[in-house]
Structure formats: structure tokens, C-alpha cells
């Protein structure tokens, strides 16, 4: 705990990322990213979307080996021979060594080997069973024991107890995990980081999800970790958290480490190194002169969710033919619900969806369908493809009913209907016979776009319709986007990507937990306007996070 | 779009290679590229060389009719299979139906066309039943075709009062052979088979079945009704259920309420074996077929050459698990 404490800038090197590559199929992820991180620092990693920054991570936390380049950390063996030495230097910041003098190359194969290497990581999705108590998810797996083998529940809560103070969360260890809310499950994730005596925390966009006094806290919290010498990686897109709280960033640009910049680097020149490119190349929205006649409608859309708290409440507006709609938020404004609730996946308890005029069977895809909606979902291979069927299954999946004469499918007809999207939308593929888990993620998506082509929908609702593929690939959807909206059809998207939205949209929606919290036409859209609204807190409502810390206070 | 010409699958190929060295590396490969069709090619020919009387035409029938059962009920189960189900009841169900063909025959004097239509409609409406249940009820697929597999043999037992009622002489033709040489049975194997190939390459239904089995929710996001699919594909399994019962009891001649008891472990390793997943997706009507023979094949050759029946199931089992090893070992390297 002492030794390397105010020497911030200087402090011992931690780890050290050297020329690290690494490709999955059709996309190069990181591309010889350099990266290295001192004790007592708060390092950011800035980057898009599809920028590198999750793979990267991941390699860190042992779920991605590199295909090139090195990964150097002191202290404990990355399990060299698979379950090789056990880290003998726990005693974290007792070592002397200055600068490098004590990095050695490590492969980190697995969880347990970065937890061997004092790596600790803190998700976006959390690592907690949600049917146990706080401390038997802070010491999963590796409970105290009592003389007889049993777990020792008394240590366990004793020492889960000052774990929560130290991170100052004010629950009882017995609480059932399932009853906290987002900001304390990051706390106890936090807390669990701890006891695995972390000296390198990796946080993953942790302020995401976080109201503005959660944020502080948690601010609070990474200095107070800095200063007892843990190296920090913290991944954020909100660039004024930078000055805030990091030390040194590191930028990520298309898989690459474009720039190492001090912290106190002027916004301008972080969006700069961040995009490398002018938007208006990137983004190569054509817009109508005018738009045409209105073809959705939505009209007071409300959810509540299982505790009485709305998912999202009154959202109403309109999109016409020809138009981009964009639907910008944070992550869990209820944009998604929305979009699925349009589509008919899930119902709704009040308001209504209208296309052309005509309302639609609340839960019912095939009306939804049948009025000309697709759904492009925002998992792509979780809800959007069968990942080992063909590219021609896939398809026309789709139209599958509509392909079907007396109870027999026409696979000829399906044949040539899936050739001609695949041509037109010019996917790389060896045949329509390939299957889709071995295309690149920019051609399974525009299978999945492709699939709503073959029914004629009219208005797609694009759900994060780039997320996780590279440049070029993202441009060709954009190219397609045009093409769709000036043959007079629409699109709604949404998308965590702000400056997708920005440059790809007519309108911009801004949804602030669960409501529409505004409406930006084009000219007005900018990045600063968009996240005024998107932090908006509504008014007068309680929150998710309120209603999820009654009674959890249980001390 | 430079990225894309980079395309590295290098990513995932370094992974394990399949087992190329060890035992007999020309016959591992041949199998593992073959399938499931090499397995039983091989597994002809040593038993031919082992046994002087494999190979003459009366016993391949033989093993025909021994497969037939096992097939047609592996055939309905396929279907359950593709779409990342399972069913455990189609051996109780198939036993239930052949005992309301036989009761409602024999015991009710019904004709017997309208006995059989009804042994159908009983297999189909439990497979229905067990369908409700994993659709609209939830359940795992698991617990309520096992649940199914009590109610169905409970029921057979209730009908009969627990003893065999004789078969009607028309339906037990179908035990016999045509033309004096082609067994019935084989005859309703193949046709059995052929509907489920058709079902399953062409139908609405068949291709939903791939779809809910590999991926369900992308299916449903693509309006496929996956609740009613699913009561169809339950059905079916049923349907092919009663015609395997009736095909057991037609040979037996008469419907016994313990019959084809454990048959449904058969047909699931005979699906399996013929390259099936259980995570769904993927499955083929000639796959489960071969799946069938293989177990016929070695249950008959071990009989020919006088292996006990209790070593028999050790072999069974070793195949099972060896066909499955294969087949995991061939699609890593395909990947």
C-alpha cells in the first residue's frame, strides 16, 4: 500500500501493450495498438465504436490472445505452462523496480490468469449471480473456509462488510444482488475487483448507465483507487470525464493507437484524433428536398415496467417516407423496448402504432410485417441471423411464408429472390450456400437488411445498424440508406453512435429514460445539443435507479 | 472496405486441429469426412468379414425390419430435434397408440380403418399436448415430454388393464412382407422417410423448424409464429410416433402396453448419430435413417456372433458416444 503513491505521472509501469494484433474473420480488430499503464494512474481509452477498445480489454481479461505482438506485466506468471506458478508477489506496489526493469511477457489465456496478474475488469454487462447474496458474489468461487470445509459465512460477510465500506456502499452483505440497482451492482463489482488485491482495473464505459451524483461517486471512488496505486483503464465516451478524472489517453482509431495524449488535451483535438476524417465523408447522408407522406405514426406509447417504473412512457412521433429518423440516447433510454414494441415483439399497455393510417395489433410481427415494417435488431447474431444456416436461409426467412403454396416452400423462387438481394446489395460471399457465421460482420448485417428487402418493407427500424463493423463496411450500409429512402421508402434508427446519428439522420429523437426528451431537426443536431437532452432527467418521475434502491438499505 | 480483403479466418482456424494422428489415421479420416454414412459402411464390412451370414440378402432384410421402428420414431424426432427440442414420450406414445388401435378394434368392434385413423389422432393430440406445454406453458421441452412419457404409458396400461390385447388381422398384415420377399415394415420406413425428408427440405413447417432451432428468437423477429410451430412440430412427432406403434404392435400382432418401452433413447441416439445437433438448426431424414441402421447393423451383427446382450448395450453405448465425438471432430474442422 505505500511506495508509489504521489509520484502519479512517474509511478511504476504496470503493464505495457507492444504492437498487439489481432483479426477475427473479415475484420482486422486491433492492428499493432501500443498502450502502456503506470501505477496510480487513470489511463482512458478513447475510441468509436468498432475502434478496438472491447478487443483490446478483452485480451487483457484473457477472453482474446493476441495473434501478434506482446503483452507485458509485472509481477505474477501468466500462466506460461498452463496452470503454471501461482503469482508469488501479492503484496502489491512492494516491489522496487523502476520503470520496466520489472515487465516480463505474459500470455494471458484465461480469467484466472488475469486474476493471477492482478487484472481485474469491470464489464458493461456485470459478472454477478443475481440469485445470491452481495458477499457470496464478491467471494464466488473462492469462499473462506472453516476448519470442516464448509463455507465459512461469518468471514465471508466480515469481509465482504469492509469491502463495501471501502467502496462506501451502504448495503448489507446478505442482500440478494437482484435488489441493487445498476450503480451499486458496479459497486460491488468494484468491491470484488478489490478483494482479488487488483493492481490494474479495467473499466469498461462504467458511466454509461450512471446519473450524474452516481457518476460523482464514482469519480470519488477511481481517485481514491489511484491514489493507493492501482493503475486504472478507463474506456469513456463522454469527453469531459477526461479532464475530470484521467491522467494520460490513449486513442484508438480503426484498430490502431493513433495518439498518446496528456488528459488535458482540448476536446477539439480528442474528436479529431478520434475520427481521423471529416464526417461529412463519413457520412454521405443525401437528404430529400422534401419529405413525403407520413407512414408511421406513433401515438402515446407507454410501458410500465415489472416495478410500476415506466420502460418508456407517451412516446409519440412521426416518420414520413424518404426520411432518416434518428433515435439517439443513452444506453437503457428505452430505445430498444421502443423499437420492439413498434415491431410488434413486445406489447404495450397504452397508445398506439399506426402505419399509414391504420393501427396495428399490438404484438404481432406478422401485422407489423404485413404492414411493411422490418426490424433490423440491435444483437445481430443473437436476434438477427442463424449463424449456421446459409446466406440463402437467412435471406429469405422472412418471405418464408410468403414463398409457401399449399404448405410446400418454392426453393427455386427463393433461389433466385436470394441472389438477387445478395447481387444488389453485393455481399462477399463463396455462394448463397455459405454459411453466415463465417461472413465478416458488415456482410451478416446487410444479410440481415437484405432479408427485410425480400419483403418490401416500407420502414425499417435499423437497431445500432453499424455497431461492430469496420469503416468501409459501415459506409456501404449508409450508400444503402440513401438508396432506400430516395426509392421512398423510410428509416428509423437508432444508435449509440452519435455522430452516425448526427451525420446519417433527417430528424434526431433524443430519448432520456424512457421518454422522448426532444426533437432536433438536422441543422440543429450537434453533439452537444443531443447529450443536453439525452442527461435530461424526467421530471418529476422516479427513476429506475430510485426505485430499485427501496429496499435495498436493509442495514 | 480495405478491411475486408484483409479477411483473416486465421482468427479461428488456430484452434484445436481435429485428431489426425493415432488410431488408424486413413479410416478416422474417411469417417470424419464421410459422416455418418462412412460409420456405417465401415461398420458393414466388419461385420461381414467377421460374420459369414451378415451379408446375405434374408438377414439385411432383417436388419431392415429391425430398424424400422426405431427409424420412424427417430423420423418424428428429428423433427422435434431440428428445432432444439427434444421428446422423450415417442416410445410411451407409441405404445399408447398401438393399444387404442388394438382396443378400439378388438375390444370395440370399430372398423378397423377407423380404429387406426384413431391411433393416429391419439399420438398426434399427446404430441399436441406436450407441444402446448413447451409452447404456451413454458415448460422445457425435457420435462414435459417426460411427463408425456408417464402419462402415455400410464394411459396404455389404464386401456388395457395391463395385459396385450390381440392385434385386428388386417392392420397385423403390415408385420408381413410383399410380394413374399419386401418386408412391410421397410416398406414404411422408407415411405415414413420420404415424408420426412419432404417435410423437413420443403415444407413451411420443416424450414421453420431450422429456423426456431437456430436461432429462435431471430425466427420469431422475422415473423415466424414460434409458438405455433412448435405445437405442429410436437404434433407431427407424435403422428410418426402412433405409425411406429402400430407398425411394432402389427408385428407382434398384437398391441402390448409395455411395448417399445425405452425406445425413444433409441431413436434420439439414431438422430444423433445421423448428424443432428441438439442445440438444433441442423438434422437430415437420410442422416437419422443411416443413425437407425447403424444401431440395426450392430445389434444384429453382435447377435450373429453370439455377443451377450448385456455387452451389446456397452457396444451400443461406445458407438453413440463415438459417432457424436466424430461428428463434433468434423464440424471443428470444416469450420
Redesign the interface.
Known amino acids: 500500500m505505500t511506495g508509489v503513491k504521489d509520484d502519479v505521472p512517474g509511478g511504476r509501469e504496470l503493464l505495457r501493450v507492444e504492437g498487439v494484433t ?7 480488430a486491433l492492428d499493432g495498438v501500443d498502450m502502456s499503464l503506470r501505477a496510480g494512474e487513470v489511463h482512458v481509452l478513447l475510441g468509436e465504436n468498432g475502434a478496438g477498445k472491447s478487443t483490446l480489454i478483452k485480451m487483457l481479461s484473457g477472453a482474446h490472445r493476441p ?1 501478434a505482438g506482446r503483452i507485458l506485466a509485472d509481477g505474477g506468471h501468466g500462466g506460461h505452462g498452463g496452470h503454471g506458478g501461482r503469482a508469488e508477489a501479492t503484496d502489491h506496489g512492494g516491489h522496487a523496480e523502476d520503470g520496466g526493469a520489472g515487465l516480463r511477457e505474459v500470455h494471458i489465456r484465461s480469467a484466472q490468469d488475469a486474476e493471477r496478474l492482478g487484472i481485474a475488469t469491470i464489464h458493461q454487462e456485470f459478472n454477478l449471480v443475481p440469485g445470491l447474496t452481495v458477499a457470496e458474489n464478491i467471494f464466488l468461487g473462492r469462499q473462506p473456509r472453516t476448519a470442516l470445509g464448509l463455507v465459512d459465512k461469518k468471514a465471508m460477510r466480515a469481509g465482504a462488510a469492509e469491502l463495501l465500506e471501502r467502496v462506501r456502499l451502504d448495503v448489507s452483505p446478505n442482500t440478494p444482488v437482484a435488489e441493487l440497482g445498476i450503480a451499486r451492482l458496479q459497486m460491488v463489482e468494484i468491491a470484488k475487483a478489490l478483494s482479488l488485491n487488483t493492481r490494474i482495473l479495467i473499466m469498461d464505459e462504467p458511466t454509461a448507465v450512471l446519473t450524474s451524483e452516481e457518476v460523482e461517486t464514482l469519480f470519488g471512488l477511481v481517485r481514491e483507487l489511484r491514489e493507493s496505486g492501482v493503475g486504472i483503464i478507463f474506456i469513456t465516451h463522454h469527453l469531459e470525464e477526461i479532464g475530470a478524472l484521467g491522467d494520460r489517453v490513449t486513442v484508438l482509431r480503426d484498430g490502431r493507437s493513433v495518439a498518446e495524449v496528456p488528459a488535458g488535451t482540448d476536446e477539439d483535438e480528442l474528436i479529431r484524433l478520434m475520427v481521423g476524417r471529416d464526417i461529412a465523408e463519413q457520412y454521405p447522408r443525401e437528404r430529400p428536398e422534401e419529405p413525403g407522406a407520413p407512414l408511421l405514426r406513433v401515438r402515446g406509447l407507454t410501458r410500465h415496467g415489472p416495478k410500476g417504473a415506466p420502460v418508456f412512457q407517451d412516446i409519440g412521433f412521426e416518420v414520413r417516407a424518404g426520411e432518416v429518423v434518428g433515435i439517439a440516447g443513452l444506453v437503457g433510454a428505452g430505445r430498444t423496448e421502443v423499437a420492439r414494441a413498434i ?1 410488434g ?1 413486445d406489447a404495450y399497455d397504452a397508445g398506439a402504432v399506426e402505419v399509414d393510417g391504420t393501427e396495428l395489433a399490438r404484438g404481432d ?2 401485422a407489423a ?1 404485413r404492414a411493411g415494417l422490418g ?1 433490423v ?1 440491435e444483437d445481430r447474431k ?8 446459409s446466406l440463402q ?1 437467412n435471406l429469405t ?2 418471405r ?2 410468403r414463398d ?1 403454396r399449399g ?3 418454392d ?1 427455386g423462387a427463393q433461389r433466385r429472390e436470394a441472389a438477387r438481394v445478395a447481387g444488389r446489395l453485393q455481399v ?1 460471399m463463396s455462394g448463397l450456400g455459405q454459411r453466415v457465421r ?1 461472413l ?1 460482420g ?2 451478416q448485417q446487410k444479410i440481415v437488411i437484405g ?1 427485410w428487402l425480400l419483403t418490401d418493407a416500407r420502414l425499417l427500424i435499423l437497431d445500432e445498424p453499424t455497431r461492430g463493423i ?4 459501415k ?2 450500409i449508409y450508400q444503402l440508406i440513401n438508396e432506400l429512402t430516395a426509392s421512398g421508402r423510410a428509416v428509423l434508427m437508432i444508435s449509440s453512435d452519435l455522430p452516425e446519428v448526427l451525420g446519417m439522420s433527417d430528424r434526431v429523437l433524443v430519448m432520456s429514460q424512457g421518454r422522448l426528451a426532444g426533437e432536433l431537426p438536422a441543422a440543429e443536431a450537434t453533439q452537444d445539443a443531443v447529450m443536453e437532452l439525452a442527461l435530461q432527467a424526467a421530471p418529476g418521475t422516479t427513476t429506475n435507479d430510485e426505485s430499485a434502491m427501496e429496499g435495498s438499505d436493509v442495514r | 472496405m480495405s478491411a475486408e480483403v484483409k479477411t483473416g479466418v486465421a482468427a479461428e482456424a488456430v484452434g484445436e486441429a481435429p485428431a489426425r494422428d493415432g488410431f488408424g489415421p486413413w479410416f478416422s479420416r474417411a469417417v470424419l469426412r464421410n459422416g455418418p454414412l462412412g460409420g456405417l459402411i465401415a461398420l458393414v464390412v466388419v461385420m461381414a468379414v467377421l460374420s459369414g451370414d451378415f451379408l446375405n440378402g434374408q438377414n439385411l432384410l432383417n436388419v431392415g425390419v429391425q430398424a424400422s421402428v426405431t427409424a420412424i420414431l427417430a423420423f418424428g424426432v428429428t423433427f422435434v430435434i431440428v428445432s432444439a427440442g427434444i421428446d422423450l414420450s415417442v416410445g410411451s406414445v407409441a405404445g399408447l397408440s398401438a393399444t387404442v388401435v388394438a382396443w378400439a378394434a378388438t375390444a370395440e368392434g370399430l372398423p378397423v380403418v377407423v380404429a387406426v385413423l384413431l391411433g393416429l389422432a391419439v399420438g398426434a393430440a399427446a404430441g399436441l399436448l406436450s407441444g402446448a406445454l413447451v409452447a404456451y406453458g413454458k415448460l422445457p421441452a425435457f420435462i414435459a415430454t417426460l411427463a408425456m412419457l408417464s402419462v402415455g404409458r400410464g394411459l396404455a396400461l389404464v386401456i388395457s388393464g395391463g395385459s396385450p390385447i390381440a392385434f385386428p388381422a388386417s392392420v397385423s398384415n403390415l408385420g408381413d412382407t410383399l410380394g413374399g420377399w419386401l418386408p412391410v415394415p421397410v416398406l414404411v420406413m422408407i415411405v415414413m422417410g420420404l415424408i420426412a425428408a419432404l417435410v423437413l427440405a420443403r415444407t413451411y413447417t420443416g424450414r421453420a423448424m431450422f429456423a426456431i432451432g437456430g436461432n429462435e428468437e431471430a425466427a420469431r423477429l422475422s415473423g415466424i409464429h414460434v409458438k405455433r410451430r412448435k405445437l405442429v412440430i410436437y404434433a407431427l412427432s407424435g403422428l410418426f410416433a402412433a405409425v411406429a406403434g402400430i407398425v411394432l404392435a402389427a408385428r407382434l400382432t398384437s398391441a402390448q402396453p409395455q411395448a417399445a418401452t425405452g425406445y425413444e433413447l433409441d431413436a434420439i441416439a439414431a438422430v444423433v448419430i445421423g448428424g443432428a445437433s441438439l442445440s438444433g438448426g441442423s438434422g437430415k431424414a437420410s442422416g437419422t435413417l443411416i443413425g437407425a441402421l447403424i444401431l440395426a447393423v450392430l445389434r444384429n451383427g453382435l447377435n450373429l456372433l453370439s455377443v451377450s446382450a448385456f455387452w451389446q448395450q456397452v457396444a451400443t453405448g461406445l458407438v453413440i458416444a463415438l459417432a457424436v465425438l466424430l461428428d463434433t471432430l468434423r464440424r471443428r474442422s470444416a469450420r
Not at chain 1, 382 to 389: E, I, M, R, T, V
Not at chain 1, 470 to 473: F, I, L, S
Request: avoid cysteine.
Open positions: 489481432k483479426s477475427f474473420p473479415g475484420v482486422r495473434d415491431f415483439v410481427v406478422r410485417m426490424l435488431p443473437g436476434q438477427g441471423l442463424l449463424l449456421d444456416a436461409d426467412l422472412a418464408l411464408h409457401t404448405g410446400l416452400v426453393r462477399r463465417t465478416s458488415g456482410n432479408k469496420d469503416v468501409g463496411a459506409v456501404e
